[in-house]
């Protein structure tokens, strides 16, 4: 039945079918990001289908349903790539990358090729400038990507960056992360006294900062 259907009173289906969900369920919509998606993305309202997507991609990753959460980053990510290059669809997409990112090395491991892609193109997103938080978790990121993958050259000027940045910001959280990061990768790397140093101050921060938040 649904085949028999020509394709322009398909896409109107789905859009009014889509504006019915909102309407009806105003108060609980996040229980319906997941249909949401589905309609918006087959009536061809491209801008709130990639909304509803990064929203039942996050809502999925929330829930450790993280396969789920990556086919609809992935497909967010299809959509934006349909629309004029401009600056808001590189705000749009820096968080989607970053969430997909975060989703593939559940999956598939922090190392797996395509987690590095995921990183790499979210930090060419942020070089134009932006926040500097986001930055930081790009980079903390790609660290990661490297360190496991054993690449600890690229790893330890990766880690150098974020204690700079760290440094930079005078951010109690972010120093703590970038100096364990760069002293991980340190002690990898036979620098076992520069290691030490970096890791005896991260163990200080963290004993000066518990009971405050550490989240970056």
């Known amino acids: 039945a649904y085949t028999s259907v020509l394709q322009e009173r398909r896409k109107e289906l789905h859009e009014r079918t889509a504006q019915a969900i909102e309407s009806l369920y105003a108060d609980n919509r996040e229980d319906h990001y997941a249909d949401l998606a589905h309609h918006y993305s087959r009536s061809g309202n491209t801008e709130k289908a990639i909304v509803y997507l990064q929203?039942?991609?996050?809502?999925?990753?929330?829930?450790?349903?993280?396969?789920?959460?990556?086919?609809?980053?992935?497909?967010?990510?299809?959509?934006?790539?349909?629309?004029?290059?401009?600056?808001?669809?590189?705000?749009?997409?820096?968080?989607v990358q970053l969430s997909l990112a975060a989703s593939l090395q559940v999956t598939k491991g922090p190392?797996?090729?395509?987690?590095g892609t995921a990183y790499?193109?979210?930090?060419?997103?942020?070089?134009?400038?932006?926040?500097?938080?986001?930055?930081?978790?790009?980079?903390?990121?790609l660290w990661l990507f490297h360190h496991v993958q054993a690449d600890l050259t690229a790893a330890r000027d990766t880690g150098e960056r974020l204690l700079a940045m760290a440094e930079g910001l005078r951010d109690s959280a972010l120093l703590l992360e970038a100096r364990r990061t760069l002293g991980s990768t340190l002690l990898w790397q036979g620098e076992f006294s520069l290691a030490r140093i970096h890791l005896e101050q991260a163990v200080t921060l963290y004993e000066q900062e518990q009971g405050s938040s550490l989240k970056y």
């Open 55 to 95: 929203k039942a991609g996050q809502q999925a990753a929330q829930n450790s349903a993280h396969a789920e959460a990556i086919r609809h980053f992935s497909t967010g990510l299809e959509l934006l790539m349909t629309l004029p290059d401009t600056p808001e669809r590189v705000r749009q997409e820096l968080p």
């Open 120 to 141: 790499t193109r979210a930090y060419d997103l942020c070089l134009p400038g932006g926040n500097t938080r986001q930055l930081f978790s790009v980079l903390h990121g």
């Open 111 to 115: 190392s797996a090729p395509e987690v």
